[in-house]
C-alpha cells in the first residue's frame, strides 16, 4: 500500500514536472483546459446574449409585449427591473460550478497515476 | 429645506469613515501590508468591499433620476452594471488573480513583456481614473448643496479631502474595511425608506405611477428652473425657461411636458419600438455593450482581485459581489417610479438626480420619520461618493506611485495619491452641469473599448502581440476617448452624430477587438516567447502545484 502511494506520487511528479517544462504533452493538457473553458464561458455568455441581449429587440419588434401587465405591472419593468439579476446570478453560479468541475478534470488527468 | 438631521448624518458617515480608517491605519506595518491588504481578507469581507467601492454615486443617485426622466429604457444601467461583474467572472476572475497582476499595467508587462504597452495602459488608466471620479465629486458637491444649502465647492472640496487623506494615511487595509461597511450602510439606506415610501403609498390609496391625463402635482408647488428647457403646457403653450425662473402650480394642477424628459406616459412606460426609434435602439445595445464589458476594464475593480488569496477565490468572491450587488439594484428604480408621482417638479427644475434624496421628504412630510430617513438617505449617498472615489483614488495612486514616480515606497504612494486627488478636485470644481450618469456611462464605454479587449484576448488568445494590443487600444480606446471630449467641449449635435457619440460603444468595442486581431496576425513574429509558460500560470488550477 505504501509503495503504491509512492509509485503514484512520483507519476503525478512527472507529469508535473511535463507541464512545468512545457513539453507537448504538457502543453496539450494546458492547451485542453484553456479550450475548455474558454468553451464554456462563451456558452453561458450565449446564454445571456439571447436571454438579455434579445429583448429590446424583442420589444422593438413587438409592441405589444410591453403593453403586457403581470399583476399590474408591464411586462418589461419585471423582466428588466426584477428577474434580470437572478437571471445573472443563476448564469453565474452555474459557471462556478462547471468551471471548477473543469479544473477538477483536469487536475484528475495530471495526477492521475496510469496515463 | 429644514431638515437639522441631514448634516449630523454626513458628519458621521464621515467620521466613521476616517476612524476605520484609522483602525487600518494602526494595523498597517509594511509596505506590502499597506498595498495589498497582507491578502489576509475573508471572501466576505472583500466581496461587500468589492460591492461598497462599485455602488458609486451613479448607481445610488443617478438610476433613479433617470427613471424618473426616461422611464424603461434606462433600466439597462442597472441591468448593465450587475452583468459587467458577470463578465469579468467568466472571462477574466480567475486568471487574472492567477497572473498575480496588481494593476492593468503589471497585467500588460507580464503577459506581453512591453514596456510601451506599459506605459500607455497606465495613461488609460489614470485618464479613466479620473473621468469616474470628477461626477463623483460633483455628485458630491449637489447633493451638499439640494439637502444642506451649501455652496457647491463645499461638498466637492470635502469629499476630495476626507478621500485623499484616508487612502493616503490608510492605505488598501484600511480602505476593504470602509468600502465593505459602506455597502451595507448604502443597501440600508435605500432599502428602509422604500419601506415606509411603499407604506405611504398604500395609505395615500395607491396613485396610478402613469395617471390616463397625465402626471399631476400633489401639492401646491414652487419650482426654481436649474436647467433650461423648453415647457408644454396643457393648453398647448410652448414656454422656453432659463436657470432661475420661478413657476408655481396648485394641488392637482397637471405637470406640463419638458423637452429631453419622457413626460408622455407611453413613452416613459414602454421601450423604443423599432422603425420611429431605431437611434434609441442603437442607443440601448451600445449601453448593454459599454456597460457589460466596461466593468473589467474599470481601474478599481481590478485592484480588488489581488486580494483574493488564488483563482478559485476569486471566481467564488465574484459571485458574492454579483448577488449583493443585484439586491442593490433593486431599489433604485422603485425611488425613480415613486417620483413620478410624489416629486414630478424635478422634471421642470431639471434636478433629477435629487430624487433619491428628496423623495421621503416630499412623500413622507416634515415629521420626525420623514425627516429620519431622508438624513438616513443623504448618509448613504455620502457613503456611496466616498466609498468609490477611495477606490478609484486607491488604484489611480497606485498606477502613479509605481509607473510615473517610479517608487514603490509608502511615501511614494502617499504623495501619489496627493496628486491623484487633487486633480479631479479641481476638475469638478471648473466644470459643473455635466450629467452624472452620462460621463459615467462614457468612462464605462472608455474602458470597454481598451482594456476589455485587451484583457479577454491576452487571456484566452496566444496569437496577441504587444503591437497588436497598443495598436487596438489606441483605436477602440482613442476613438471613445474623442466621443468623451466631442460631448464634453464640442457644440452641441442632434440626429445620428449625436447618438454615435454619446453611446459610442456599439462601433468603439468592435473597432478595437478587430484592430488588435488583425495587427496581432500581422506582427505574429512578435507574440512572447513565454506565452506557453503564462498561459500556464493563468489557468492552471491551484490543486496543480508546479
Known amino acids: 500500500m505504501l509503495a503504491d502511494i509512492t509509485r503514484q506520487d512520483s507519476r503525478a511528479e512527472r507529469t508535473r514536472a511535463e507541464l512545468a517544462q512545457q513539453t507537448q504533452v504538457g502543453e496539450a493538457l494546458v492547451r485542453g483546459l484553456v479550450r475548455a473553458q474558454l468553451a464554456l464561458a462563451l456558452r453561458l455568455s450565449l446564454v445571456v446574449a439571447i436571454g438579455l441581449g434579445g429583448l429590446p429587440w424583442l420589444f422593438a419588434i413587438a409592441p405589444s409585449l410591453g403593453r403586457t401587465t403581470v399583476a399590474g405591472v408591464n411586462l418589461p419593468w419585471l423582466l428588466l427591473g426584477v428577474a434580470s439579476f437572478p437571471f445573472l446570478i443563476g448564469v453565474g453560479w452555474a459557471y462556478v460550478r462547471l468551471a471548477e468541475r473543469n479544473e477538477q478534470d483536469f487536475t484528475d488527468l495530471v495526477q492521475r497515476p496510469e496515463r | ?546
Open chain 2, 1 to 546: 429645506m429644514g431638515n437639522d438631521f441631514v448634516v449630523p448624518a454626513i458628519v458621521a458617515v464621515t467620521l466613521v469613515t476616517v476612524g476605520i480608517g484609522f483602525y487600518g491605519l494602526r494595523l498597517a506595518r509594511t509596505t506590502s501590508d499597506f498595498l495589498v491588504a497582507s491578502r489576509a481578507i475573508s471572501p466576505t469581507w472583500n466581496a461587500a468591499a468589492i460591492g461598497g467601492e462599485y455602488l458609486s454615486a451613479a448607481s445610488f443617485l443617478g438610476i433613479a433620476g433617470l427613471v424618473l426622466k426616461y422611464g424603461v429604457d434606462v433600466l439597462w444601467y442597472p441591468v448593465g452594471f450587475a452583468a459587467g461583474y458577470l463578465a469579468l467572472l467568466l472571462f477574466v476572475a480567475a486568471p487574472l488573480r492567477r497572473s498575480g497582476a496588481f494593476t492593468l499595467p503589471d497585467f500588460c508587462e507580464l503577459r506581453l513583456g512591453s514596456r510601451r504597452l506599459r506605459i500607455l495602459a497606465t495613461a488609460f488608466v489614470i485618464f479613466i481614473g479620473w473621468l469616474y471620479l470628477v461626477p463623483q465629486l460633483q455628485g458630491a458637491g449637489l447633493t451638499l448643496a439640494t439637502v444642506a444649502g451649501s455652496p457647491y465647492p463645499v461638498g466637492a472640496l470635502l469629499v476630495a479631502a476626507v478621500v485623499t487623506a484616508n487612502v493616503a494615511l490608510g492605505g488598501m487595509r484600511a480602505i476593504t474595511f470602509v468600502q465593505a461597511f459602506q455597502y451595507w450602510l448604502k443597501l440600508t439606506a435605500l432599502a428602509v425608506p422604500v419601506i415606509f415610501l411603499a407604506l405611504q403609498w398604500q395609505a395615500d390609496g395607491r396613485p396610478a405611477v402613469t395617471p390616463p391625463d397625465g402626471p399631476t402635482f400633489r401639492a401646491a408647488t414652487t419650482v426654481v428652473v436649474e436647467h433650461r428647457a423648453t415647457l408644454t403646457l396643457p393648453d398647448g403653450e410652448i414656454r422656453e425657461v432659463r436657470p432661475g425662473d420661478e413657476l408655481t402650480f396648485a394641488a392637482g394642477d397637471p405637470v406640463p411636458g419638458v423637452s429631453g424628459a419622457a413626460t408622455d406616459a407611453g413613452d416613459w412606460l414602454l421601450p423604443s419600438a423599432a422603425g420611429d426609434d431605431d437611434r434609441g435602439l442603437f442607443a440601448t445595445y451600445s449601453l448593454i455593450l459599454a456597460t457589460f464589458l466596461g466593468t473589467m476594464g474599470l481601474p478599481h475593480v481590478l485592484v480588488r482581485f489581488y486580494t483574493n488569496p488564488d483563482g478559485a477565490a476569486a471566481r467564488r468572491t465574484t459571485l458574492v459581489v454579483l448577488a449583493l450587488v443585484g439586491a442593490f439594484y433593486l431599489l433604485p428604480t422603485l425611488y425613480g417610479v415613486l417620483g413620478r408621482i410624489y416629486t414630478p417638479h424635478l422634471l421642470i427644475s431639471g434636478q433629477t438626480d435629487a430624487v433619491v434624496v428628496l423623495l421621503p421628504g416630499a412623500a413622507l412630510g416634515d415629521g420626525l420619520v420623514g425627516r429620519l430617513l431622508a438624513a438616513l438617505v443623504a448618509a448613504g449617498a455620502f457613503a456611496a461618493f466616498l466609498s468609490t472615489s477611495s477606490g478609484l483614488l486607491t488604484s489611480v495612486a497606485g498606477v502613479i506611485s509605481t509607473d510615473v514616480l517610479g517608487r514603490g515606497s509608502v511615501r511614494g504612494f502617499r504623495l501619489a495619491t496627493v496628486i491623484a486627488g487633487g486633480v479631479p478636485a479641481v476638475l469638478a470644481l471648473h466644470v459643473s452641469g455635466l450629467d452624472v450618469s452620462q460621463v459615467v456611462g462614457l468612462a464605462f464605454a472608455v474602458a470597454a473599448s481598451s482594456f476589455c479587449p485587451l484583457l479577454v484576448l491576452g487571456i484566452w488568445w496566444r496569437g496577441l502581440t504587444d503591437v497588436g494590443a497598443a495598436a487596438g487600444v489606441v483605436a477602440g480606446g482613442g476613438a471613445a476617448i474623442g466621443a468623451v471630449l466631442v460631448i464634453v467641449l464640442g457644440p452641441p449635435l442632434s440626429g445620428w452624430p449625436a447618438t454615435l457619440t454619446a453611446q459610442p460603444a456599439a462601433w468603439t468595442v468592435p473597432l478595437a477587438f478587430t484592430v488588435m486581431v488583425a495587427v496581432s496576425i500581422a506582427t505574429r513574429r512578435r507574440a512572447p516567447g513565454d506565452v506557453a509558460a503564462t498561459m500556464l500560470r493563468l489557468h492552471t488550477p491551484e490543486a496543480v502545484r508546479l
